[in-house]
């Protein structure tokens, strides 16, 4: 499958869209799907990866993402969408925090690597133990910014601590999507003055 250079953009911004809606299902339901989970946090550990299909080599992973997106561009908003919706949105906020703070990118590129030479002792990306570990480096890292993302759902959810590590850690994994999404030359300026533009390349999108 083979994107130009827009359409790349389109689904970096829809992985951010997408680590919103995996968090959201499981503040509110427990769970999410594992495999757009692991989809999703592999991107967080292709840190060296130059190309789009290195990062997300499974576009239809993010096939959740893309519909919260498309719906947000075409302003067919719901109320199930607001939490998810929000928490993209503050992603991208928390994503243009870290830009501007090299120390904090240099920690957090340390931790990754040694996260990395450990990996192969996980059967899983999306192993619960294996997002504990990306949780701990969100709380160093991006953890340490005064703006927090307010997470709202089930409380008996919220209060389990491997639901909260993966939240945390599909926070971490849309803050890296929503870097590669500037990388490509996204903007939250386009978002709103090329509004339908950006849903056409949006809806030329086919990931299955």
């Not at 919706?85 to 906020?93: E, F, I």
């Not at 601590?161 to 849309?174: H, K, V, Y």
């Not at 003055?193 to 390349?201: A, G």
Request: proline share 2%; with cysteine; charged share 25%.
């Amino acid at each position: 499958m083979t994107f130009n250079h827009e359409q790349q953009q389109m689904l970096a911004l829809a992985a951010v869209f997408e680590a919103a809606v995996l968090a959201d299902r499981i503040a509110t339901r427990g769970d999410a799907d594992s495999g757009a989970v692991e989809a999703l946090l592999g991107g967080v550990m292709a840190m060296d990866a130059g190309e789009f299909d290195q990062i997300y080599p499974n576009p239809a992973a993010l096939e959740d993402g893309v519909r919260l997106l498309r719906q947000s561009l075409g302003r067919e908003h719901t109320r199930d969408a607001a939490r998810p919706l929000s928490y993209a949105l503050a992603l991208l906020h928390l994503s243009s925090k870290l830009r501007k703070n090299d120390e904090v990118i240099s920690l957090l590129r340390h931790r990754l690597i040694a996260l990395q030479g450990q990996r192969e002792h996980f059967d899983s990306l999306a192993n619960v133990t294996f997002c504990h570990r990306l949780a701990g480096i969100y709380l160093d890292t991006l953890g340490t910014f005064r703006f927090r993302i307010r997470v709202q759902g089930d409380p008996a959810k919220l209060q389990d601590e491997d639901n909260a590590a993966r939240i945390r850690a599909l926070f971490l994994a849309g803050v890296r999507a929503a870097f590669l999404w500037h990388q490509l030359d996204g903007r939250r300026w386009r978002l709103l003055f090329q509004r339908k533009q950006r849903l056409e390349i949006l809806n030329s999108i086919k990931i299955r």
